[in-house]
């Protein structure tokens, strides 16, 4: 069983197939164009008004021996329920688990951590699942306690040979975020539900946004270029 679908995010670590990549807050204060910011405000889960939606999460949650049984007949977004491996481990809280977006194949959720309080970006990529007998094939990137009282939120980036893909997590009153690419230029995506999407050709160094006039960075691992 693979555990990179529930390694803790504060490692930022790199896991699933090699294109996958995760990335998680920054420290108390954040760099942007070579200047310091303080860290936001504290949150609550009132922060995250997406949490609160009544639609269905369509993730199957099944054991490990279920899925074993299964094999390849198990489709779609499955979530494996395993002991973590690290006691120090933030995992999501499936059963809060609220779908939010749909970019392309790939279907995007929003969920609690466990332990929290602590937010959890989920993502089920039909063109990267892998056997549901041998790993989750929703990917996870949790931010516990120490992440969610910086303002920052989990993000997961996905790199090709042509574009960067990166899906993230933001609080109430974001309404949108600046993606610093290439080149030193930046551009901005607009937020929904919590969320935002970016894509764009080549390598992403980084993405900013302002809650309560306070700048805030999430830096990224490498994204190529």
Request: hydrophobic share 40%.
């Amino acid at each position: 069983m693979s555990n990179c679908r529930s390694a803790p995010v504060a490692a930022c670590i790199a896991c699933g197939a090699s294109t996958l990549l995760q990335a998680c807050g920054n420290s108390a204060t954040a760099t942007w164009g070579g200047i310091s910011h303080r860290a936001a405000p504290p949150l609550t889960y009132a922060d995250y008004p997406a949490l609160s939606s009544r639609r269905p999460s369509g993730i199957r949650v099944t054991t490990l021996a279920q899925a074993r049984a299964a094999g390849t007949a198990a489709k779609g977004p499955i979530w494996v329920k395993v002991k973590p491996l690290s006691a120090r481990a933030v995992l999501p809280d499936i059963s809060t688990a609220r779908e939010v977006r749909h970019e392309g194949m790939a279907r995007i959720w929003l969920s609690k951590s466990i332990p929290g309080p602590g937010i959890c970006l989920l993502a089920f990529r039909p063109e990267l699942a892998t056997d549901a007998a041998k790993a989750h094939t929703v990917y996870a990137t949790c931010g516990g306690p120490e992440v969610f009282d910086r303002g920052t939120g989990p993000v997961q980036v996905i790199v090709t040979a042509t574009q960067t893909v990166a899906v993230g997590a933001v609080p109430a009153g974001v309404s949108r975020v600046s993606a610093q690419i290439g080149g030193g230029a930046s551009k901005t995506y607009p937020v929904r539900d919590n969320t935002y999407a970016i894509t764009v050709a080549g390598p992403l160094r980084g993405i900013a946004f302002r809650r309560h006039g306070i700048q805030n960075q999430v830096e990224l691992l490498h994204t190529g270029g």
